[in-house]
């Protein structure tokens, strides 16, 4: 079937609400908010007994993002935020999708519900099958399902015709076991959600400071004299990190803020921890905004650089740490030179920020040597997202805020365990270092031709050289970009899985056949043969830690992740010297193989045993850049937008609401944005609504312009918004559909979800 995924909008839109913006997020409002959740899925007094065990040393690690918890004592009343409370909430529903479901609905009816409908339809409680020209799934046995799974691939011409996806919910040992597997089956082809979010980080991290994760600590920030966060909106995407940052400013610390958006979160928080705090103002935490044009960051980012040398050449020892340059760094000399190339006269517009304000935040850089930089999405998302990264990595190069206690690199990761997921090997160009150890310690050669990544999955699914597609958790066609031509990619598959805990559009988007093998999912108790287990996981500071679910499972026909990985492997590799039953039968077995295989996992099973388990080496962290090209962290040169937009035509990014998680809707509210009971929203600058003839709630069609292609939308809400002239903001997956696939950054090939030109016609 030929269904068509959100560019088209509903028979009719919801009833929008137009609220007030709150002043302050979090509050007696967010705590209302989660319990509601609570008390809608799985009930307020079990609810209860579930929140009290999540984010604590005895208990399981939230589904949701990938914010640390502290080292030391945790929150008894509440270490968790509101949308972890959904996420939880979601794993734990009463609703379950069963074999009746499926037979009296068919992909066609299911087909028609928003995202958000066909997520609340619940858990899925037994393995499904479609055959080939049917339009119901139908239940199937686990042995059957991964026989259809093993012949399949077996009769593949070659191993690369398979794509092996992998979401960021995935525990260590089930993702090193999948990563495993892949390998042994014969490809790299490993691509996963951190292709289309921290890649462009982890590739400038890596050329300029030898690692490709964050630098700094959870208790940096209590130390922090300044703390800069671009292109990130915590209130929503993790919310835990506003208390980081009330820790920076209750101990003098400063704040700059660089969005398009001025969010809630970061303007004021009210902390939910302390119900004395719960009534009042809150606590203001930005002391300077800089409301950026999108895209607009390394133009912003190089005028500061350029102040900065004005001022160390004025007065030479006041700006630059020039110890730490150098014994350290590499390449300053070059970086310096290449930024006589600019004018601020030039860069100035496409920031949209008065150089007043621009010398007010230089100041502050200038002015202090503790500093951290926080990015996301916002950053991460364009074509010249590893520049944006590599030109704040010049600066705290700069001062020397690395390697130091309150200073650092904090990339703000999206899904809990992507990083760690990472450090297991899921990668589709692993290092050979780490294949030559799986060799050595499973008896068999891993490939070394690189794999495909997202972007490039997509292309070869489209192009019938990939054949079956195998989704490890996650809701790839509404995660991915352009959605019908992935949609059609999908279509072209013989087979697709998904490994999946809830009902998600990915399972009405399918190849000619399609399995969905249900899961456990955090909350729910892992029992196997050898008894109870636990999972770890690598929070996005680099901390690996104990996760133990403490619910019953929704049904006995759930599988772990890691018995689903040992079943493909059983039924599909035929010379393997792998006992892959006895690793899913005991996960201290599977730990073990980590730690024979990855650096920094010595003792792995004692130590993370230890309560709040343990930090993996990090050598930005320990002021060593021996593992970069030249030895040193490197100075880069950067690029700012070559972005040119015609007449009538604006800027897009795509961003969440408050009631979602990534791909998962668990409302139709935007509460911090004051939108309520609507999604197909577009937000713009009340001067372009003007100059466009377009009013408050006018309904809209939107077209990308992409290389002479177009991509149209249709039915979407205007919305007047506090954003940079020529800007837009809609919400995602929604507007996926305009995200061209072949948009994408340089060196990572990360889609440009937040650079995306598009027109707007009134219907």
């Known amino acids: 079937m030929s269904q068509k995924i959100n560019a088209q909008p509903p028979e009719k839109l919801t009833g929008i609400k137009l609220k007030e913006i709150p002043h302050s997020a979090v509050g007696v409002k967010a705590i209302v908010s989660a319990l509601t959740h609570i008390k809608d899925e799985v009930g307020i007094i079990n609810g209860i007994r579930l929140l009290k065990n999540l984010n604590q040393k005895d208990g399981f690690d939230c589904p949701g993002c990938a914010w640390p918890d502290p080292d ?77 799974i093993g012949k399949e691939l077996n009769t593949l011409e070659s191993p690369d015709e398979a794509i092996f996806y992998t979401s960021g919910r995935t525990s260590n040992e089930a993702a090193f076991l999948y990563q495993l597997f892949v390998r042994q089956f014969g490809t790299n082809n490993l691509p996963d959600c951190s ?78 921890q302390n119900p004395l705090k719960w009534i009042g103002k809150g606590q203001d935490l930005t002391d300077l905004f800089l409301q950026v044009k999108i ?21 030479p020892g006041s700006v630059f740490n020039h110890n730490f340059i150098n014994e350290k760094t590499s390449g300053l000399e070059e970086m310096l030179a290449d930024l006589d190339r600019f004018s601020i006269e030039e860069l100035l517009p496409e920031t949209g920020i008065s150089i007043d304000k621009i010398r007010e935040a230089t100041a502050l850089i200038i002015n202090n040597e503790k500093i951290i930089i926080c990015w996301a999405m916002g950053l991460t998302q364009h074509k010249n997202a590893v520049d944006n990264i590599r030109e704040l990595v010049n600066i705290l190069l700069l001062k020397g805020s690395i390697g130091k206690k309150g200073a650092g690199t904090c990339p703000v990761r999206g899904h809990s365990n992507v990083q760690g997921d990472r450090t297991m090997g899921i990668w589709e160009k692993p290092p050979t270092s780490f294949l030559d150890s799986l060799d050595k310690e499973f008896n068999f050669k891993a490939p070394r031709k ?51 805990t809830k009902l998600n559009r ?61 079943g493909l492997a059983n039924a599909t590799l035929k ?48 002021n060593n850049f021996s593992p970069t090209a030249t030895g040193k962290a490197n100075f880069t040169l950067n690029k700012p937008s070559d972005l040119e937009l015609e007449k009538n035509q604006f800027i897009m990014m795509t961003i969440r609401t408050h009631d979602q998680y990534n791909t998962t809707i668990y409302g139709l509210d935007d509460r911090y944005r004051g939108i309520l009971n609507e999604r197909r929203v577009v937000f713009m600058n009340a001067d372009d609504m003007k100059e466009q003839n377009l009013k408050q709630l006018d309904l809209v069609d939107l077209t990308s312009h992409f290389n002479n292609e177009k991509r149209v939308a249709k039915g979407f809400l205007v919305i007047s918004y506090n954003i940079p002239k020529q800007c837009t903001a809609t919400y995602f997956p929604e507007a996926n559909v305009l995200v061209p696939l072949k948009s994408v950054a340089k060196i990572s090939n990360t889609p440009t979800s937040k650079t995306v030109i598009i027109s707007i016609e009134k219907r």
């Open 72 to 148: 030391a004592k945790r929150a008894f009343l509440a270490e968790y935020c509101e949308n972890g409370a959904k996420a939880v909430a979601e794993e734990a529903t009463k609703n379950k999708v069963s074999s009746l479901f499926f037979a009296t609905h068919s992909v066609a009816e299911l087909s028609k519900l928003s995202d958000y409908e066909i997520g609340k339809s619940g858990r899925i409680t037994q393995p499904m099958y479609l055959p080939e020209g049917k339009d119901n799934y139908e239940e199937i046995s686990w042995e059957a399902a991964f026989s259809i």
């Open 195 to 272: 292709n289309m979010c921290h890649e462009s980080s982890g590739s400038a991290l890596s050329e300029t400071l030898g690692i490709g994760k964050g630098s700094v600590t959870l208790e940096d920030f209590d130390h922090a004299d300044l703390v800069i966060v671009m292109g990130q909106n915590p209130g929503t995407n993790h919310p835990r990190m506003l208390t980081a940052l009330g820790e920076t400013k209750k101990n003098g610390g400063k704040i700059i803020t660089v969005n398009p958006l001025p969010e809630v979160g970061l303007m004021n928080y009210k902390d939910p």
């Open 295 to 315: 895209n607009g960051d390394v133009a912003l980012l190089k005028i500061i650089l350029k102040l900065m040398k004005e001022k160390e050449l004025e007065s």
């Open 450 to 500: 690189h794999g495909l990544d997202v972007v490039d999955s997509i292309e070869a699914m489209h192009k019938k050289k990939a054949k079956v597609f195998v989704g490890m958790g996650g809701n790839f066609v509404s995660a991915t970009p352009d959605t019908e031509f992935t949609a059609d990619a999908l279509r072209n598959c013989k087979l697709t899985v998904q490994i999946s």
């Open 506 to 566: 990915s399972h009405l988007i399918h190849g000619k056949k399609a399995l969905i093998l249900p899961c456990l999912g955090r909350s729910e108790k892992d029992i196997q043969s050898s008894g109870e287990q636990f999972i770890t996981v690598e929070n996005s500071m680099g901390v690996v830690h104990q996760s133990h679910g403490h619910l019953e499972p929704h049904s006995k026909k759930l599988l772990s992740e890691t018995a689903i990985v040992a």
């Open 575 to 622: 010379n393997t010297t792998t006992n892959w039953t006895a690793l899913a039968a005991n996960y201290d077995l599977i730990r073990n193989k980590i730690e024979a295989t990855i650096p920094g996992f010595n003792n792995y099973n004692k130590r993370v045993r230890i309560k709040g388990g343990f930090y993996l080496p990090n050598n930005a962290r320990e």
